[in-house]
């Protein structure tokens, strides 16, 4: 049974930092590639960062970009964003996602509120 656990939220200023934290289990988690998403209240949940199954590949929303790293550690079942310069705008539910085969997993979210 795939588990995604999502961890590392909170309440940060705006120019502050998070890292958050998704633990997998169910499946053989270096094998796939994990991605972030984001969804704040009233909008539609975007793609925040991709990482391949290696961790060789990266790829971030344009709203992200050299601010944000996506990282993993296999041997840990673990995906990692790293949030710096955190903006108002970043505000939102932070979920962990896998497609495995033709179905989709979804972590429950992690809060991040960024105000001051």
């Known amino acids: 049974q795939v588990q995604l656990v999502e961890s590392g939220g909170g309440l940060v200023q705006p120019g502050g930092s998070l890292r958050l934290s998704c633990v997998a289990s169910?499946?053989?988690?270096?094998?796939?590639?994990m991605f972030w998403y984001r969804q704040a209240p009233g909008k539609q949940r975007e793609m925040v960062a991709f990482?391949?199954?290696?961790?060789?590949?990266?790829n971030y929303a344009d709203s992200v970009k050299g601010r944000f790293t996506i990282s993993r550690d296999n041997a840990k079942n673990t995906v990692f964003l790293q949030m710096n310069s955190l903006k108002p705008e970043d505000a939102a539910e932070y979920y962990c996602?896998?497609?495995?085969?033709?179905?989709?997993?979804w972590g429950k979210g992690t809060l991040v509120t960024v105000s001051s």
């Open positions: 996602y896998v497609q495995k085969g033709d179905r989709d997993y």
């Open positions: 169910g499946f053989t988690f270096s094998r796939y590639g």
């Open positions: 990482i391949t199954n290696g961790g060789g590949s990266k």
